[in-house]
């Protein structure tokens, strides 16, 4: 377990040498990953804060939220973004057809999740969405963004590698792919930490039973959703799915998870018109990926000011 040395971290001093270097590695990262994905033809879409519709995060089988935050605005009820996936779907169903978002996400992580060194209650997931793809398409992408974001990091940022101590290496794609099932019977409930100790290169995991919005075999029972989990204990960092695009199914999936269906209304609403157009995607958490890249000790390490759970910082 990473050691949780933040808390008493002093914002009022100048940054250190360490966490300049962090950013710098962090500000090329973002560049490489905007850049490939403008040269591919997609539209750069601005974030969502405060909606009626959120991601529920249950039944994730991590699901590991202490609170959801609402309030009131204009006499509505709203929640604070946990995840951008009910508008990246009406996105691609009624506009650009191949989207990316730096997305805030607030989850507030139950406080036991502070010294896993990977989790945090404030963070940005960049999202990528594509009408009528399909699950490899979404691997092919978010592995060419990885790799050449490491090999620019490793071209052009030496010098700060070499104030991190980090020794990278770029992984080598395609990346494997494991079934969840598989893994779990292998390591136990706790295979994705198992699992990220053991692999050199970064995984996918597939066919984990899930939200609502994840395409499910109505035959096979099989979930066409995946991982990336990342190796040195770094673990998940990609979240994603093929989706649930059919009417009868997505309301059938609500009332067996307990979920409000007027919470996605707009989204049953195209499901029933045909408008809401099959499509994958996924989020990379680009705080965890940097801490991956640099090395971090924690992941809060890459905040200017960290959000760690339980921890609520002056500013």
């Excluded at 989850?107 to 997931?125: N, P, S, V």
């Excluded at 494991?178 to 136990?188: A, D, F, I, N």
């Excluded at 940097?290 to 960290?306: K, L, N, R």
């Amino acid at each position: 377990m990473r050691r949780l040395m933040l808390k008493g971290l002093d914002l009022r001093k100048p940054m250190n040498e360490r966490k300049l270097a962090i950013l710098k590695i962090q500000t090329g990262i973002l560049k490489i990953i905007v850049e490939k994905l403008l040269e591919k033809g997609f539209y750069w879409m601005l974030p969502v804060i405060l909606s009626k519709s959120t991601d529920p995060l249950w039944p994730d089988p991590d699901f590991s939220i202490e609170k959801k935050i609402e309030i009131e605005i204009y006499g509505e009820k709203v929640s604070t973004m946990q995840s951008m996936i009910v508008q990246k779907r009406v996105l691609v169903s009624l506009g650009p057809e191949k989207i990316f978002i730096l997305s805030p996400n607030i989850r507030i992580e139950k406080r036991d999740r502070a010294a896993t060194g990977k989790h945090l209650y404030e963070f940005t997931q960049f999202e990528v969405e594509i009408a009528y793809a399909k699950m490899h398409d979404i691997f092919r992408i978010y592995e060419e963004l990885i790799t050449e974001s490491t090999e620019y990091v490793k071209k052009n940022l030496s010098h700060e590698l070499e104030i991190l101590g980090r020794d990278l290496k770029t992984p080598q794609p395609p990346f494997k792919v494991y079934k969840r099932s598989e893994l779990e019977e292998r390591y136990g409930n706790s295979w994705q930490d198992e699992i990220s100790k053991i692999v050199e290169d970064p995984i996918w995991v597939t066919g984990i039973p899930r939200q609502f919005y994840d395409y499910e075999d109505p035959e096979t029972g099989e979930w066409r959703n995946y991982d990336l989990i990342l190796p040195e204990g770094y673990g998940e960092v990609i979240s994603g799915a093929e989706r649930e695009y059919e009417y009868e199914k997505l309301v059938k999936k609500l009332e067996r998870d307990g979920l409000e269906k007027s919470s996605y209304k707009i989204l049953l609403d195209l499901a029933k018109e045909g408008l809401l157009k099959p499509s994958a995607g996924a989020g990379l958490g680009i705080e965890r990926f940097v801490a991956y890249i640099a090395g971090a000790a924690h992941v809060a390490e890459v905040q200017p000011f960290p959000r760690i759970p339980g921890i609520v910082p002056d500013i």
